[in-house]
């Protein structure tokens, strides 16, 4: 890991003084100082001393882990494909999907194997995985890495590109990834609205695998290692009409795009809206509270009223 090479450099800055030390810089036939010996005996003590417990250690000098990201995770399910411990990233080929997805890990992310805490350089290709991510900026990041002797189950969300009927698939756009995942959907996969009472009480079932549709899916492979539903939540279908309540974190006015964090999910909703049909908008801020009356086209969010507090 990148993180291990610093030890090393310092050890090459330790060692170097101790050469120069020991070197004869008056060339041959030039006597060496009466006190050449004591002087790096002193040295070597001196520098000993600097890296005691008392005055601070190698590690010491190792900048501090930041804090893990925040945010909503997500349990991916696949088989780790190559491990490159240099650039701290893995390969994880996901089950039902195409393109592997590369998620990044490091000293704080946690390790198990079969419930097991385990070192982190236990992690090795071709083990079967739950991984537990988050977005790090634009980066996929692995909270805890769970490898298990069992096909491991895992979540995904997004948006339904297709449903085909006769054989039970769903193919819907990672979140995380972007990538297609293809998902077997069987006789015993549950489905669910899921969400705001209006939303959630109507009745659903594959119809409401439309294109567009916004779902999370809980699944696991199957022998040949093809994903197949569990449970499939459906958070939003074309047409759909939402009220949402919170508090600003995104705004652009340019591009009439609103971010709000909704207190009663804690979840970030992005709404587009008209900056000229909502005149209260010109003075909205981020941090204010707004509540937002808007449908669901089957791309985005858009508002037809908006009010701020």
Not at 83 to 108: A, C, H, N
Not at 199 to 228: C, P, W, Y
Not at 253 to 277: K, N, Q, V
Not at 285 to 309: I, M, N, W
Request: charge should be negative; hydrophobic fraction near 40%.
């Amino acid at each position: 890991m990148r993180r291990s090479l610093i030890p090393v450099v310092l050890g090459l800055a330790l060692v170097t003084p101790w050469s120069f030390a020991n070197s004869d810089p008056g060339g041959p036939g030039t006597p060496p100082a009466p006190n050449a010996a004591a002087a790096a005996t002193t040295d070597a003590v001196t520098t000993d001393a600097d890296l005691s417990p008392t005055t601070g250690t190698t590690a010491s000098f190792l900048p501090p882990l930041p804090s893990l990201p925040h945010g909503k995770t997500t349990v991916i399910g696949g088989v780790i494909r190559r491990i490159d411990p240099v650039s701290d990233q893995m390969t994880l080929k996901v089950y039902g999907g195409g393109k592997p997805m590369k998620i990044l890990f490091d000293e704080r992310t946690q390790l198990y194997r079969d419930g097991v805490r385990t070192p982190l350089d236990d992690m090795r290709a071709e083990d079967h995985a739950s991984v537990e991510t988050t977005l790090d900026g634009d980066d996929v990041f692995a909270v805890s890495v769970h490898m298990l002797s069992r096909s491991p189950q895992g979540e995904c969300e997004g948006q339904v590109l297709a449903f085909d009927p006769r054989n039970g698939e769903v193919t819907l756009r990672n979140t995380l990834s972007g990538e297609p995942i293809k998902l077997r959907v069987e006789a015993r996969t549950t489905i669910a609205r899921m969400g705001q009472p209006a939303f959630a009480s109507s009745v659903t079932g594959t119809s409401d695998l439309m294109r567009g549709a916004l779902i999370s899916v809980k699944f696991e492979a199957d022998n040949a290692g093809a994903g197949v539903a569990d449970a499939i939540s459906i958070l939003a279908t074309p047409g759909s009409g939402f009220y949402f309540s919170g508090n600003v974190t995104f705004l652009d006015m340019h591009a009439g795009l609103i971010a709000i964090t909704d207190p009663r999910d804690e979840r970030s909703y992005t709404i587009a809206f008209d900056p000229a049909r909502f005149p209260a908008s010109r003075d909205l801020h981020e941090g204010e509270r707004v509540s937002v009356t808007a449908s669901f086209d089957g791309k985005q969010y858009v508002a037809s009223k908006l009010s701020v507090y």
